[in-house]
């Protein structure tokens, strides 16, 4: 079994930034491509950014530039930093981690960006 936390999240102003962090714990040897994923209230939870146990990254159109995935695999830990936040960033953001040819959820954490 895994465990995914997120952390991290919060109120932001436009332009700003914050760093999430997810945290894994449990049976993880081996873990594999680990996500994150953004959620707003009567949509799909779509992906943001991913990035392989080699290090390989992918960021959908909207993010990219302005968001890096990055982990540490020692302190099994995938981070996301967000800069020059936007408006239509705000979302519940979920951290996703594959292995054993399963996928595990956090539970999510809340940003917002307004002024």
């Known amino acids: 079994q895994v465990q995914l936390v997120e952390s991290g999240g919060g109120l932001v102003q436009p332009g700003n930034s914050l760093r999430l962090s997810c945290a894994a714990s449990?049976?993880?040897?081996?873990?594999?491509?680990m996500e994150w994923y953004r959620q707003t209230p009567g949509k799909q939870r779509d992906r943001v950014a991913s990035?392989?146990?080699?290090?390989?990254?992918s960021y959908v159109d909207s993010v990219k530039g302005r968001f890096t995935i990055s982990r540490d695999n020692a302190m099994r830990t995938v981070f996301l930093q967000m800069d020059s936040l936007k408006p239509e960033d705000t979302a519940v953001y979920y951290c996703?981690?594959?292995?054993?040819?399963?996928?595990?959820w956090g539970q999510g954490t809340q940003v917002t960006v307004s002024s």
């Open positions: 996703r981690a594959f292995l054993g040819g399963r996928s595990y």
């Open positions: 449990g049976s993880i040897s081996g873990i594999g491509t």
């Open positions: 990035i392989s146990n080699g290090g390989s990254t």
